[in-house]
């Protein structure tokens, strides 16, 4: 069974960076493109970032282009998210998933059960 495990969270005022990483637990994960999403309190969870395999391509949601950067470091099994220009409305716990095609990863199709995430608060 494969196993996410997100990290990195934490409170932050506005404007300020956090890093998130997501250790995966796959001999193959690097032939799959990763993903980042968020739920806030009452919301549903959304996309935020997909990165392919190669690392080549990145696609964001308009609400983080220019402030998220996803990366990842397939020596590690790890996906990251450098946050920066942290805003109120980016609070939510944060999860990292899987899939083999980039374009499910924005349809929110993913390969494995959720991990249990990483909270990030920002205040105002």
């Known amino acids: 069974q494969v196993q996410l495990v997100e990290s990195g969270g934490g409170l932050v005022q506005a404007g300020g960076s956090l890093r998130l990483s997501c250790a995966v637990s796959?001999?193959?994960?690097?032939?799959?493109?990763t993903g980042w999403f968020r739920q806030a309190p009452g919301k549903e969870r959304e996309f935020v970032a997909a990165?392919?395999?190669?690392?080549?391509?990145?696609d964001y949601a308009d609400s983080v282009k220019g402030r998220f950067t996803i990366s990842r470091n397939n020596a590690k099994n790890t996906v990251y998210l450098q946050m920066n220009g942290l805003k109120p409305e980016d609070t939510g716990t944060y999860f990292c998933?899987?899939?083999?095609?980039?374009?499910?990863?924005?349809?929110?199709?993913?390969?494995?059960?959720w991990g249990q995430g990483t909270l990030v608060t920002v205040s105002s």
């Open positions: 998933n899987l899939d083999s095609d980039m374009a499910n990863i924005r349809r929110g199709r993913i390969m494995y059960a």
């Open positions: 796959s001999g193959t994960f690097g032939t799959y493109a």
């Open positions: 990165l392919h395999w190669s690392g080549g391509i990145r």
